[in-house]
T-cell receptor, first 113, second 116 residues
């Protein structure tokens, strides 16, 4: 059983379209992060959200943490080909357990020119 | 900062052979993690260290896997003997664990292991 469920698993869109990726769980997380991974490289941290209801923006990317801290979403506006990659959400269960992140299975995004 | 450095980038070995993967974390980071990534299972935590001490090795598949961190700047993951099902990309990551607003991992570029 996957602790963090991401949807959709695959997303193929045209440049300029908007998209949303979801990360859901039945468990409460003290913080949640989003990473992007490109082929042949390790995941790279995009953002950390720690407060229920928090919204963070990173240029065309908007991240939201659910009020109950069980879910999160990533919205990309006007997608570009450079946004192509694997998007991973990852959650920390305990505020004092800094060490252990649980990762979702990921969403593979392909943006076509 | 050179980031987290892993070696080798690619390793092809025969079943039964010993494999050693290496990692140099970011200087000053007090947590080090070993992950394995496959298409079927995604990113799985194998083991992590805090201040060079193993904290949680519950993700290590079996006794064939072992990890050490002899000092703050070096860690190894060893598989002996290797099996084809060990084929995966192995990532090392490090983090500074005491940020009050949350923390993030810095990943290395990974080692792609193929056991034939």
């Amino acid at each position: 059983t996957q602790l963090l469920e991401q949807s959709p698993q695959f997303l193929s869109i045209q440049e300029g379209e908007n998209l949303t990726v979801y990360c859901n769980s039945s468990s409460v997380f003290s913080s949640l992060q989003w990473y992007r991974q490109e082929p042949g490289e390790g995941p790279v941290l995009l953002v950390t959200v720690v407060t229920g209801g928090e919204v963070k923006k990173l240029k065309r990317l908007t991240f939201q943490f659910g009020d109950a801290r069980k879910d999160s979403s990533l919205h990309i506006t006007a997608a570009q080909t450079g946004d192509t990659g694997l998007y991973l959400c990852a959650g920390a269960r305990k505020r004092t357990s800094y060490g252990k992140l649980t990762f979702g299975q990921g969403t593979i995004l392909t943006v076509h020119p | 900062d050179a980031g987290v450095i892993q070696s080798p980038r690619h390793e092809v070995t025969e079943m039964g052979q010993e494999v050693t993967l290496r990692c140099k974390p970011i200087s000053g980071h007090d947590y080090l993690f070993w992950y394995r990534q496959t298409m079927m299972r995604g990113l799985e935590l194998l083991i992590y260290f805090n201040n060079n001490v193993p904290i949680d090795d519950s993700g290590m598949p079996e006794d064939r896997f072992s990890a050490k961190m002899p000092n703050a700047s070096f860690s190894t993951l060893k598989i002996q003997p290797s099996e084809p099902r060990d084929s995966a990309v192995y990532f090392c990551a490090s983090s500074l664990g005491d940020r009050p607003s949350g923390y993030g991992y810095t990943f290395g570029s990974g080692t792609r292991l193929t056991v034939v």
